[in-house]
């Protein structure tokens, strides 16, 4: 996980006391969990979060290694939320894993205990001290003080896996990024822009496998939303192109779906070529209802790449329950991340609606929560 791929270029990192908006007197925080394996996505995803959520800063906290003051931290902060990574619960350091022989995968490589005390704490609206696992040398490093802010989100491998640690998050969402795909991004990432080889890639992908099948995977079945990412429906030749779908589970307590045309039909799309232009395979969307995994669901999927991202505005018409504030709103978060891997396609557009989603769900619970306080206060009088 990598700060500096959150932190926008012209942002400016700050304190970590300056950042933190303070939370309203007894208004606790709302807790979400982000579940992927590593190189799934995630900095892009927690990119497109903090960016709805706003604020004038967004970065690492403390400043982040190479600052004055700063340290080695996957910790992440803007004005209203944190971003926590799981890697932070680590039991081992790397050397201590080559004794074990055991992947950071394994839940016996993780601190479920100390993850639930303090996901607890913070959901409670306290300070904590959570441990640091450095990703640069593979060292376990001095904790690092975390003050609870509105919305907390723990990302990493295993947010589901622990049922304690489960029932604390308000959402859950997993991003599930097929085989193939997966290998493409690796790549992308790990041999184009780190020099690593093709062998040593999928040799670590498939050494992963199997703990990966065991203990990562199994958490989509419990997750609130699925982003799930294919190669493409329209030209099985076609390597690059991205199908993804968006499954909303059913019955989530403060969401509700997002749908294409018409609520609970079924539907399939082809945009008119003069309103949104798509290069070869072209473009298709889609939406119904699936038992997902045994739990009614609603799933919209977009299959294919657009050429012009304003375009998409001819999309977010046909889109409901978006939860925007306004027409263009998920237009605008596109383009206002038009360089982020995604942004010409469903990874980009799905990821959007769950930020959309979140934001919902915080300002709904925060409502609810004021309105209890304000009846107590009321009461007391
Ligand atoms: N939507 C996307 N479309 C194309 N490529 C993508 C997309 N999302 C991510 N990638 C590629 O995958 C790589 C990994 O993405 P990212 O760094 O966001 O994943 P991560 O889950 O945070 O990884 P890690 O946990 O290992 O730090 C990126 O460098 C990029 O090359
Ligand atoms: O699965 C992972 C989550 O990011 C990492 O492999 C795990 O955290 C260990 O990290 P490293 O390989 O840097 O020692």
């Known amino acids: 996980f990598a700060p500096s ?3 926008p270029k ?17 208004v606790k ?7 992927a394996d590593s190189g799934c996505g995630k900095s892009t995803f927690m990119r497109r979060l903090t960016n709805i959520f706003g604020g004038d800063v967004v970065g690492p906290l403390g400043g982040g ?6 340290w080695e931290t996957n910790t992440l902060v803007s004005d209203l ?12 350091d790397r050397n201590g894993r080559k004794e074990s022989g055991l992947t950071a995968l394994n839940p016996i490589e993780n601190n479920f205990d100390l993850m639930f005390e303090q996901i607890a704490a913070l959901k409670n609206g306290d300070t904590i001290m959570k441990p640091i696992y450095n990703h640069a040398n593979g060292t376990l490093d001095t904790p690092e003080k975390i003050e609870a802010t509105p919305i907390i989100i723990f990302e990493g491998l295993h947010p589901m896996h622990d049922d304690r640690v489960r029932d604390l998050l308000d959402f859950t969402l997993y991003l599930d990024i097929s085989d193939d795909v997966k290998l493409n991004w690796k790549v992308q990432r790990d041999m184009e822009e780190r020099g690593h080889s093709l062998e040593s890639i999928m040799a670590s992908i498939e050494a992963r496998k199997p703990d990966f099948d065991a203990f990562i995977d199994p958490q989509k079945k419990d997750s609130d939303m699925i982003i799930e990412v294919l190669p493409t429906a329209l030209d099985k030749d076609d390597k690059k192109t991205l199908r993804v ?35 070869a395979p072209g473009m298709k969307l889609k939406y119904g209802t ?16 657009f050429d012009n991202l304003q375009e998409l505005v001819y999309i977010e018409s046909a889109l409901s329950n978006t939860k925007t504030k306004y027409y263009g709103e998920l237009t605008q978060a596109m383009l206002s991340l038009a360089d982020a891997p995604g942004s010409n396609n469903g990874t980009g557009l799905m990821q959007t609606l769950a930020a959309f989603a979140i934001r919902d769900l915080y300002e709904k619970k925060s409502a609810i929560a004021a309105k209890a306080l304000n009846e107590k206060a009321a009461a007391k009088a």
């Open 29 to 35: 925080p709302i807790i979400i969990g982000v579940a």
């Open 290 to 305: 699936e038992d997902y995994m045994g739990k009614p669901s609603q799933v919209v999927e977009m299959d294919g790449n």
């Open 65 to 70: 290694h190479g600052t004055e003051g700063g």
């Open 245 to 279: 779908r968006c499954i909303q589970k059913e019955g989530v307590s403060d969401f509700s779906p997002c749908y294409l045309f018409d609520s609970g039909s079924t539907i399939e799309w082809s945009p008119a070529a003069d309103k949104l232009s798509s290069p």
């Open 5 to 7: 791929a959150f932190m």
């Open 81 to 92: 939320t944190t971003v926590i990574c799981l890697d932070d619960y680590h039991i081992n």
């Open 10 to 26: 012209s942002l400016s990192v700050a304190s970590s006391s300056s950042l933190n908006m303070a939370l309203a007197d007894g």
